[in-house]
């Protein structure tokens, strides 16, 4: 009988899936349901939602990059062991998605945060693999939509904490919305001709639709793409055409892809700097100010604007 790589990694995923079925973590042992979260802002928000009422377990934490990742072992444990598994979809998971399809099999809730969104508001991704761009939680109004939907879940699965999830849901929508206020009131401050944010990938595309911006990624929509020598040059070009005064780095994606577009700015004639590092797929590190959610979003535009308007 003949076997290709394909059917071996499947069968030797399925073995551990199996395997992590008969695992008890601790965190089952205090009678609280098991809540897992794939990226630190869904972690974020189920945080907030359960507050003490349930376990949370996040697991890509700051730094790494979803669209990459593939699931440990004790990832597999984790999944096999949770009441409930919150993603965002839309193929930012991308190397998680057999094992998401497995749980969901296996009659686990698995409450995907981008299928909450109308598809008439989703952006459209023609670099990748998905049908839409994944990164939804930066339109602060459409992320909002998918904290409803794992809200709603969250009570279904555990009824009898479901006034203390709604409670807190309401609270942390509310500051949501202060800091989409907040991010709306600090953009006026660049001048309109240079409202542009050139980063490492194409990744604040919701970011751009909904406060009216233009942006720019080195990269496509994920971060699987690679650049070419053309589009550094072709980036180059627009920012030394448009006398851009800053460029931006990521906290998941490494800084030699927007250091070679300083580097060829700087042979056209125009002096571009690094105006600092956004979060863009990965939240910050502990105190970073940017490891919560609304934390990212302020941290993002005070960066942003900060060195737009240093001159």
Known sequence: MKFNITTLLLAAFTAIVLSACNTTPDQADNGKINIVATTGQIGDAMQNIAGGAANVTTLLGPGIDPHLYVPTESNLGAFSNADIIVYNGLHLEAQMLRVLEQMEG????????GAAIPAEQLLSDTSSGGSYDPHVWNSPPRWS????????????????????????????????????????????????????????????????????????????????????????????????????????????????????VKEASRQLGHEVIIGGELYSDALGVADSGADTYIGMLRHNVDTFVAAMTSN
């Open 106 to 113: 296996r009659g686990k809730v698995v409450v995907e945060m």
């Open 145 to 260: 939509m998918g904290i409803v939907q794992a809200t709603q879940a969250l009570q279904q699965t555990d009824p009898d904490n479901a006034e203390i999830y709604q409670q807190n849901s309401e609270r942390y929508l509310a500051e949501i919305a202060d800091a989409d206020a907040y991010i709306r009131t600090e953009l006026e401050k660049i001048p309109a001709e240079i409202r542009v944010m050139i980063t490492a990938h194409d990744a604040f595309g919701y970011y751009a639709d909904e406060y009216d911006i233009q942006v720019l990624g080195l990269q496509g929509i994920s971060t699987e793409s690679e650049a070419s020598t053309a589009d550094v040059q072709e980036l180059a070009a627009f920012i030394a055409d448009n006398k851009i005064p800053a460029i931006f780095v990521e906290s998941s994606v490494p800084v030699r892809t927007i250091e070679s």
